[in-house]
């Protein structure tokens, strides 16, 4: 006969694997608080179906919250068999200030099928995020909880002959007031009225695009252009690579408010086609983010940078080293206040990824402005003493805060 808990502790870490063993019932609540430490400060609850609206759980959960008065992270999975309204009640009343995730998953696959919360500061702000499929929105209860959350990402439906139905999704933006930061599939049906709705929102004011497989651009971008167009409060966008035509980019130069552009350039390219951004174009933009190559990124800073944009952080994370030397050349023009760079090459196949020598690291001596510089990379690197006192005499600022390779930080060698 199986427990109906399963307690894993570790240090003042506790597991709870519930199941409905109805036999272990009787005996699951002095079983399970006699193992409980007073110092418990995380606590994990995996939930059988069935279970999460029955007494013995309820009664832990409420000792549990009586005794332990250190606990600041409480996380929860259920199957989807358990999921209802009537539980996203217990446990958002439960813990709202302590809560860390909410999974729901598929009974059968064991795969996350539903939705994630997750709060977005411990201390200082009571923030939720959920990953949920567009179908879920013509719940109106599920809807109407989701209405706190500032954080949402928006999956294809778990019925795929819903796809087309977005309604109720548009009714819950009506009422998303605290919603921040939106993300949505890039070839949503009716993608402008959505954004017609969250353009309306005062507090969201960033926006992600995922691409889900092959998209009908010739449907999509006038919707997405029409979407965006007097978005001006809209501060950060992430888009696609395939999203980015011609005419979204001159889109994209009307947002006088965009702080951040981030291109997801996997599996296309980059494309070259792009006007160079005139003067005042991206006047605001402060943040450039390419997952991609060097190359991309290259083409990347062509169309949205110029010495007079305002441009002061660059990341790229890319697969090799390829074009790096000419990037950093890019940079040297076109950013020259740039005060933070992150390079994180992340190779597939760690023996074909090549050494970086110092040769192609030198040009990042012509960035006179750096404070932050991360360079992540498969393998060793070596600087010699004499190529660190040529990043020293680069550097050489009282305000640098802080310069790593692979880990290993430089900030103190390169101030001494």
């Known amino acids: 006969m199986s427990t109906l808990f399963q307690l894993d502790l570790n240090r003042s870490t506790l597991t709870v694997h519930a199941s409905t063993n109805k036999d272990a019932q009787g005996q699951v609540v002095s079983t399970v608080l006699q193992q409980i430490p007073a110092e418990l400060v995380s606590l994990n609850v995996n939930v059988g179906p069935g279970l999460l609206d029955q007494q013995p759980l309820l009664s832990v959960l409420q000792e549990i919250k009586n005794r332990c008065t250190n606990i600041v992270l409480f996380s929860i999975t259920m199957d989807s068999i358990s999921w209802s309204d009537d539980a996203a009640a217990l446990v958002l009343d439960w ?6 995730t909410i999974r729901v998953v598929d009974p059968v696959l064991k795969c996350e099928a539903s939705k994630t919360v997750r709060q977005h500061s411990l201390k200082v702000k009571q923030g939720l995020s959920a990953t949920i ?57 009716k993608l402008r009225d959505v954004l ?28 997405f252009i029409s979407g965006l167009e007097g978005f001006h409060h809209l501060v950060k966008l992430c888009l696609p690579s395939d999203a980015l035509l011609p005419s979204v980019h001159i889109c994209l130069r009307a947002l006088q408010g965009l702080r951040q552009v981030k291109i997801i350039v996997n599996p296309s390219t980059f494309p070259d086609n792009l006007e160079e951004p005139r003067y005042n174009d991206y006047a605001a933009l402060e943040t450039l983010k390419v997952v991609g190559s060097f190359s991309d990124l290259g083409k990347a800073l062509r169309a949205f940078a110029n010495p007079e944009t305002r441009l002061k952080r660059v990341d790229v994370k890319c697969r090799s080293t390829e074009d790096i030397v000419e990037t950093f050349k890019i940079l040297k023009v076109r950013c020259p206040g740039l005060r933070r760079l992150s390079i994180i090459v992340d190779a597939q196949d760690f023996e074909d990824c090549e050494q970086l020598h110092w040769a192609e690291l030198e040009p990042l001596t012509g960035l006179r402005n750096i404070r932050v510089f991360i360079l992540q990379h498969p393998r060793a690197l070596f600087l010699s003493n004499v190529n660190i006192q040529c990043l020293r005499h680069a550097w050489s600022r009282a305000d640098l805060a802080h310069i790593s390779f692979n880990g290993t930080s430089l900030s103190a060698a390169l101030q001494a």
């Open 95 to 100: 813990a709202p200030s302590i809560l860390r």
């Open 133 to 189: 499929p567009l179908d879920l929105f013509n719940h109106t209860t599920i809807a109407s909880n989701l209405s706190v959350f500032d954080r949402l990402a928006i999956d294809p439906p778990l019925d795929p002959s819903r796809a087309t139905d977005v309604n109720g999704l548009l009714n819950f933006l009506l009422h998303a007031r605290e919603l921040q930061k939106l993300s949505l599939p890039f070839d949503l049906d």
């Open 196 to 223: 017609y709705r969250v353009s309306a929102l005062p507090g969201c004011n960033a926006l992600t695009f995922v691409a889900c497989g092959q998209v009908d651009l010739f449907h999509v971008i006038p919707a």
